[in-house]
């Protein structure tokens, strides 16, 4: 199948398809004699395999990884295991950190008496360094 067809399979754009091709998470593909790329069903897998990772906020590496894992039969799913449960923990580490972050800003707005600039809480929250970002 040509590249428009992989791409439309798979959900990914054609220009990550070239992207995932230079960077080795799909393989380059065999040419028409017209100098089209050939893709097979495997690679459409492929591709869902790393879009399926990218939108569960593996990194691209990781994914390398996991690709690697997922192609040696004679692996365990231990290793897997570990990398899906490390990379919970960053998710739930970024999580914890966005509602910091989140209530600091819930904090500051309520904080705001809308007047003029030189009064305005919000500016001088910003300008505090982090160790004095109460209001």
């Known amino acids: 199948m040509k590249i428009s ?12 398809i070239r992207y995932y091709e230079r960077v080795g998470l799909l393989p380059r593909p065999g040419r028409t004699r017209s100098g089209y790329r050939q893709y097979t069903t495997a690679d459409v897998e492929r591709l869902r395999f790393v879009t399926r ?33 490390e990379h919970l923990d960053d998710i739930q580490t970024r999580i914890r950190d966005l509602q910091r ?29 982090p160790d004095h970002s109460s209001p």
Do not use: K, Y
């Open 5 to 16: 067809d992989a791409a439309a399979a798979s959900g990914c754009h054609l220009e990550t």
């Open 53 to 85: 990772g990218r939108d569960l906020g593996f990194s691209l590496e990781e994914i390398r990884g996991l690709l690697q894992l997922a192609e040696d039969p004679a692996l365990s799913c231990t290793e897997v295991d570990r990398l899906a449960r």
């Open 101 to 129: 972050m989140a209530s600091e800003l819930e904090r500051t707005i309520g904080s705001c008496r809308v007047g003029q600039r030189g009064q305005c809480t919000i500016l001088e929250t910003l300008r505090r360094s």
